[in-house]
């Protein structure tokens, strides 16, 4: 069965830099892109961008630039999320989700890993 | 960027009654492959968010028949036929048709 498992809880610093990992299994990992989503405290969703998983070309949508960085290792099927220059607003649980193709949806979602940054 | 309104933002429902939560996106979801690309998504307290309904009608993997979609271009429904205590959580549709993608603000349902 497809899974997502991401890593643990993290407490950080501001200024600090996190990277949350996100291991697939069950399926062919280069066939579909990994997205990321973030959700603050109490808030709803907000799509961070994608990396296509055949290629490691990242995609990110506007507020995620600059500091946000996708990466994978497909060695081991996994996904990386890392922020750098981490901001209290930056606190947030962070979701990686598969995207099918066809049809186009956000079909398995990770646990979640939730960053706190607080000094 | 697609806006996606939903409405209402609270739904308080009475166990074994029928519930409905409206969404509108701010332009047609129509794709250019002549595809709409709405799916709605459960998130209940303390989970993760998980894909009930794609491509406005499509029920996901396991999810219960009372799940039902409709819609077409700006407008689009979720319809929980009989409400049962496990539908309690925060229902979001979202738009995978353009760049970048987004969700709706999420509806509460709650029970009576």
């Known amino acids: 069965q497809v899974q997502l498992v991401q890593s643990g809880s993290e407490l950080k610093k501001p200024g600090a830099s996190v990277k949350v990992s996100c291991k697939a299994s069950g399926y062919t990992f280069t066939s579909h892109a990994m997205n990321w989503v973030r959700q603050a405290p109490g808030q709803g969703l907000e799509w961070m961008g994608w990396i296509d998983t055949n290629t490691g070309n990242p995609r990110y949508t506007r507020g995620f630039t600059g500091r946000f960085v996708f990466s994978l290792d497909t060695s081991v099927s996994t996904t990386y999320l890392q922020i750098s220059s981490l901001r209290a607003e930056d606190t947030a649980v962070y979701y990686c989700?598969?995207?099918?193709?066809?049809?186009?949806?956000?079909?398995?979602w990770g646990q979640g890993t939730l960053v706190t940054v607080s000094s | 960027e697609t806006v996606m309104t939903q409405t209402p933002l609270s739904s308080p429902v009475t166990l074994g009654q029928a519930a409905s939560i409206s969404c509108r996106s701010s332009?047609?979801?129509?794709?250019?492959?002549?595809?709409?690309?709405l799916s709605w998504l459960q998130q209940r307290p303390g989970q993760p968010p998980r894909l009930l309904i794609y491509?406005?009608?499509n029920r996901f993997s396991g999810v219960p028949d009372r799940f039902s979609g409709s819609g077409a271009g700006t407008d689009f429904t979720l319809k929980i036929s009989r409400v049962e205590a496990e539908d309690v959580g925060v229902y979001y549709c979202m738009q995978t048709t353009q760049f970048p993608y987004t969700f709706g603000q999420g509806t509460k349902l709650e029970i009576k």
């Open positions: 989700v598969r995207l099918v193709g066809a049809p186009q949806s956000f079909d398995y």
């Open positions: 491509k406005i009608s």
């Open positions: 332009q047609s979801l129509v794709h250019s492959d002549g595809n709409t690309y």
